[in-house]
């Protein structure tokens, strides 16, 4: 779908709706986030992920995550990972 814009509609709405009870919900909304160049968003849900979720703090963890994703898919996800790294972990040292 080219539409980035009404998927990320959609996907917040069903993550809404489900109360962001798959752990998808997150990554999937901070990769949508991120096609639509809001990044600051995209860490944020990003962020959720991780308090949600703490291993997908580490790097390690998202690899294993991520491992059958397509390349542009493990591309998105590594640009939000060290952009929230960068943002949320990196800045408090």
């Not at 993550?15 to 096609?35: E, H, P, V």
Request: with cysteine; proline share 2%; aromatic share 16%.
């Amino acid at each position: 779908m080219d539409d980035h814009r009404a998927a990320l509609r959609e996907w917040q709405l069903a993550s809404q709706k489900n109360d962001f009870s798959n752990d998808y919900d997150y990554y999937t909304l901070a990769i949508g986030y991120w096609s639509i160049s809001d990044y600051q968003c995209a860490m944020e849900y990003y962020d959720r992920l991780v308090k949600a979720y703490p291993p997908l703090g580490n790097v390690n963890s998202l690899e294993n995550r991520i491992a059958n994703w397509t390349i542009k898919e493990k591309t998105a996800m590594h640009s939000v990972f060290i952009l929230w790294k960068r943002a949320y972990i990196e800045s408090k040292n």
